[in-house]
């Protein structure tokens, strides 16, 4: 099994930025990508950004490309989301997310809301 704590969410005025943490716990070998998720009001879960634990894989959703940055401290089994230049759309519940790929994740964190102010 693996846990996954997030941490960072908060409310933040439009074109502010704010931090996300993943600390991962258990059996953390067992994965291969660490990813992040958000699922905004009234709206399904999307992805946004993937990293894998070992080399230079890195992956992002359109909507969050050169505003998102994702970054990783295998020594402290963490893995960040740095939110710049947020919009009222990215408001939503932020998930990280463990698995072989990011498209195929068997562990999932509790969220942390993100809530953008126009």
């Known amino acids: 099994q693996v846990q996954l704590v997030e941490s960072g969410g908060g409310l933040v005025q439009a074109g502010g930025s704010l931090r996300l943490s993943c600390a991962a716990s258990?059996?953390?070998?067992?994965?291969?990508?660490m990813a992040w998720f958000r699922q905004p009001p009234g709206k399904e879960r999307e992805f946004v950004a993937a990293?894998?634990?070992?080399?230079?894989?890195?992956s992002y959703a359109d909507s969050v490309k050169g505003r998102f940055t994702i970054s990783r401290d295998n020594a402290q089994n963490t893995v960040y989301l740095q939110m710049n230049s947020l919009k009222p759309e990215d408001t939503a519940v932020y998930y990280c997310?463990?698995?072989?790929?990011?498209?195929?994740?068997?562990?999932w964190g509790q969220g942390t809301q993100v809530t953008v102010s126009s």
């Open positions: 997310a463990a698995g072989y790929t990011w498209y195929n994740v068997n562990y």
């Open positions: 258990g059996r953390t070998s067992s994965t291969s990508t």
């Open positions: 990293v894998k634990w070992i080399g230079d894989y890195i």
